[in-house]
């Protein structure tokens, strides 16, 4: 089953870390962050990743939950997520950032490393709703 390791944007950019940053998750590993902030998914088999953070208990953000919004957006650090149709992010985002909208994405790879919560980047705020 694939495994999804998340850190929040949020507690990120309250660190004064950056976005880009190599070595995220093993500066997050050490420093003992709510479980809601940093730690580690079981996604099942074409399960979608923010289904999977709601069964476990998490409240990630979201809105429309069909690609169409900038709500549920994460920033793929390691790995690969397919996404189905979406309509709301430029090639350049998907291909050169690494966003991927989680209502929509699915693991592509047994591991994979996301920064969840990414709405909160300049970039996507004009398609939050
Ligand atoms: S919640 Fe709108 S694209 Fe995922």
């Not at 694939?2 to 850190?7: G, I, K, N, Q, R």
């Not at 709301?88 to 929509?104: F, G, Q």
């Not at 790879?109 to 990414?118: F, R």
Request: hydrophobic share 35%; aromatic share 10%.
């Amino acid at each position: 089953m694939p495994t999804v390791e998340y850190l929040n944007y949020e507690v990120l950019d309250d660190q004064g870390w950056d976005i880009n940053d190599d070595d995220l998750f093993e500066k997050a590993a050490g420093e003992g962050f709510d479980e809601e902030d940093y730690g580690s998914l079981e996604v099942n088999q074409g399960e979608y990743i923010l289904e999977s953070a709601e069964a476990q208990g998490y409240d990630w953000p979201f809105s429309c939950r069909a690609g169409a919004c900038a709500n549920c957006a994460a920033i793929i650090k390691e790995g690969e997520i397919d996404m189905d149709m979406q309509q709301i992010l430029s090639d350049e985002e998907v291909e050169d950032k690494n966003v991927r909208l989680t209502c929509i994405g699915s693991p592509a790879t047994d591991e994979v490393k996301i920064v969840y919560n990414a709405k909160h980047l300049d970039y996507l705020q004009n398609r939050v709703i």
